[in-house]
């Protein structure tokens, strides 16, 4: 018996398809706003903790429903991790981070930061914490069921503030724009924009640009522990091609990268490539394309 | 009243050398404080101040966690005490094992409401222990912490969600793991170094802890992760103008 924890993103497609390939159809356990619980409820089993507040306060009812299952799976984001991870302590069941296939008793995953992938043979409960960007669950039949948490953990919302930054579905995008350090202001990126538009491509960072400088938005930074994203075009801008970041966009089509620096690792993973100033390149190809 | 920061002591995978096997050879990879775990250290050590509260770190590992450059490194950075679990068996121990052993330890200094980690390890990368310790310890869990205010027991957590941030409150002892960018640590400096040598530390022996090593997962096999091949296809025209026009025309034709 295996269950998928969800609490705001339906797109657990990739989890499902790990829970079957280890041979089981999987139920969920949700624990976030109804109306994700009930669309899911269209191709799966669906409990849905029936309480108000954060996830953060629903573990002990998590914990309680998923006390029997022999396989916990989750999506990699946030809130779901977290649960997973308290499941499986409270357990004292292993658990298994970058989940990226499985068949039969084993399970494929990366581990040191996306460098070493490992297979691993599982006999015993386990959970599982399942890498790759969003992926719809296929139609089937499902059924909802609400449940009472006999027990919450006193965590409240307080306050909420949204972003001023746009949303970007970043996992939808044909064409994506990454930069990186090489950009210098963020007055600079306006000339990425320009380029953007051109190519009808979304943009996107690496993490020093989201986290370090705050130039762009958390949910825009591509890699081992952010986005991973597979568009018919990356092109990386003055992104020197760590494995952290590479992991996160190797699966696109053709990858480009513009960068000063010959010896960038980012040159040895493209396709095409130019060694040159990203400050002089990218205006000359936003005008190039325009020329077309 | 004691505020808690687990750190780790970790080097960085892109220093090590990986062979096609996927053996780490971690010779020439040097050993630090985990990347994000300094801004952990020193979100615990102002949030201490605050409460007028004792710091005290927790590291679990092998036995260099309890070394005295590791002592060092951490003390330096504002700990008033290190908590030290080393042993042999602890070398890359999961995250569920990891969480068990510094919720043990947690429960062994007594009175602690407030246990802060940082965003994720530099070596393995999965932002789970922090969920792990809560799971062990029966606490709720607040990750992606940007800021916490009150004392422990009573919190109030600036947290950044997928649309914007939002705050919580937090009654009763919890774990809070903070982002990457919650502060900005402060480099000791030679008076932080020479007094870290004066700081205490103890060191709890595993087996007095009674945690369960927990079992059923065999590596069967690993590899080094190849990167998908390339065409690599390199644009030297030494004009601007040109190099971009040639990109552009690579793009026309294939993409």
Known sequence: MSVILVVDNAGIGNVVEIAQ???????????GPKQIAEELS???????IAADGPAEALAPAVIALAADADVVLAADRSAERALLGQVAAARSIPVLPAVTGAAGNTVSRTTLNGLVAVTEAVSGPVALLVSGAPKPVPAGSG???????AATYQVAVVSESASQQAQVDLAGASRVIGVGRGIKAEADLAMIEELAAKLGAAIACSRPIAEGVGWLPRDRYLGVSGQVIAPALYL????SGQVQHMVGVRGSKAVVAINSDPNAPIFNECDAGVVADLYQIVPALTAALGAS | MSVVVAYKWAASPNDASIAPDGSADWSRAKAAISEYDPVAIQVARDFADAAQAELIGISIGAPDVAGSLAKKAALSRGLDKAVLVADESLAGAGATLTGKVIAAAVNQIGGVELVIT?????????????ATIAGALGWPVIPDA????????????TQVTASGTRTLRVTGPAVV???????QPKIPGMKEILGAGKKPSEELPLAGLGVV????????ASSRVEPPPRAKQLITAGDPTEAAAELAAWLRANV
Do not use: N, Y
Request: hydrophobic share 50%.
């Open chain 1, 236 to 239: 990386a801008v003055g992104i």
């Open chain 2, 177 to 183: 793991a903070v982002t990457a960018d919650a502060a």
């Open chain 1, 42 to 48: 269209g191709s799966l089993a669906v409990t849905w």
């Open chain 1, 143 to 149: 059924s909802f069921q609400e449940a009472t948490p």
């Open chain 2, 146 to 157: 940007l800021a916490v205010a009150g004392k422990p027991g009573e919190l109030e957590v």
């Open chain 2, 118 to 130: 940082g965003d994720s390890s530099v070596d393995i990368g999965a932002h789970l222990v922090s």
């Open chain 1, 21 to 31: 390939a280890l041979g089981s159809q999987p139920t969920v356990i949700a624990a």
């Open chain 2, 213 to 220: 090593v927990p079992t059923g997962v065999d590596t069967q």
